[in-house]
C-alpha cells in the first residue's frame, strides 16, 4: 500500500510540473477539497462545495467547469462532481502535499497561523523541497529524542534575542 502511495505521490509531481502550473491556485484548493468530500462520500454537491470553500455555488461553478473542461471531474449541470481517474489521482497528491506541509508547521511550532501559511505554501512549494520537507517530518517523528532536543533550542532561542 506504502509503495502505491508514493507511486501516485511521484506521479502527482510529475503531472503538475509536466502540465506547467495549468491548474491555478484555486484550482487546486478545489481539487483537493472535492478529494478530501469524495473520499468519503464519493461525490459532492455544487452547494456543499461552495459552502466547505466559502464561496458562493456560481464561483465554485465555473471552477468546476475549467476542471471538468481539463478531464479532472464529471460534472452535469445540477448534477453532482465526482472524480474522475486523473483528477483522483491529482486531488489526493494535493492533499498529501497539504498534509507534509501542515505537519511540518506543526513540528515547528507555528499554531496560530497554521492552516492559513499552509494554504499559502502549498501552492509555492517545489517537489524537491516537499520531499525533503516529508523526510524530515519523518526522521523527526523516529527520532523523538532529536526533536526533543529542536523544542528545548527553540525555548532559549525565543529568551535570548539571538534567534530573528
Ligand atoms: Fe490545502
Redesign the pocket.
Known amino acids: 500500500m506504502k509503495g502505491k502511495d508514493e507511486f501516485y505521490t511521484v506521479r502527482g509531481y510529475k503531472m503538475i510540473n509536466a502540465e506547467k502550473k495549468l491548474l491555478t491556485t484555486s484550482m487546486e484548493?478545489y481539487l483537493?477539497m472535492i478529494y478530501r468530500i469524495c473520499k468519503k462520500e464519493d461525490y459532492v454537491r455544487m452547494n456543499q462545495l461552495a459552502k466547505n470553500l466559502n464561496v458562493r455555488p456560481s464561483s465554485a461553478t465555473k471552477i468546476v467547469q475549467k476542471l471538468r473542461d481539463l478531464g479532472m471531474v464529471d460534472y452535469e449541470k445540477y448534477g453532482v462532481i465526482q472524480l474522475t481517474e486523473e483528477g483522483e489521482r491529482l486531488g489526493k497528491f494535493l492533499l498529501e502535499r497539504?498534509n507534509i506541509i501542515e505537519e511540518f508547521l506543526k513540528i515547528i511550532g507555528t499554531e496560530a497561523t497554521r492552516l492559513r501559511d499552509?494554504?499559502i505554501m502549498?501552492h509555492g512549494v517545489s517537489i524537491s523541497t516537499l520531499r525533503n520537507i516529508s523526510i524530515l517530518n519523518k526522521f523527526l517523528l523516529v527520532n523523538p529524542d532529536i526533536m526533543e532536543q529542536f523544542i528545548r533550542f527553540k525555548a532559549d532561542c525565543n529568551k535570548s534575542m539571538d534567534c530573528l
Open positions: 484548493d483537493e497539504h499552509t494554504e502549498e
